[in-house]
């Protein structure tokens, strides 16, 4: 499973930092990262990481997003500055990972962060 925190209320130009534990034994994680439905909209991506490393971003976000995995937490960061109105939604966590005792990936969702963003 994986555990979502960090979302909240904060003025157009300020910060916020996500996190998401994966919960339970991993054998391996190949990609943890970060989606977002805004209000009334499909959910989208927003930022990556691979292998603890490699990164991908939304054009949106570049620039002003960082993603970040901290391996021996099994944990993913996303440290969101310059904030936006539009970037309001609810956040999700993801994670492509092989569980412990197991053979093949698996796709796992966190419950969704709430971010707004207000001008």
């Known amino acids: 499973q994986l555990q979502a925190s960090g979302g909240g209320l904060v003025q157009a130009g300020g910060s916020l930092t996500l996190s998401c534990a994966v919960s339970?034994?991993?054998?391996?994680?190949?990609?943890m990262g970060w989606y977002r439905q805004p209000p009334g909209k499909q959910r989208e991506l927003v930022a990556t990481?691979?292998?603890?490393?490699?990164?991908n971003y939304a054009g949106s976000v570049k620039g002003r997003f960082t993603i970040s995995g901290d391996n021996a937490k099994n944990t993913v960061y996303l440290q969101m500055n310059s904030l936006k109105p539009e970037d309001t939604a609810v956040y999700y966590c993801?994670?492509?990972?092989?569980?412990?005792?197991?053979?093949?990936?698996?796709?796992?969702w966190g419950q969704g962060t709430l971010v707004t963003v207000f001008s």
């Open positions: 993801y994670a492509n990972l092989i569980p412990a005792r197991s053979t093949y990936y698996v796709n796992y």
């Open positions: 339970g034994s991993v054998d391996r994680i190949n990609v």
């Open positions: 990481i691979s292998n603890g490393e490699r990164t």
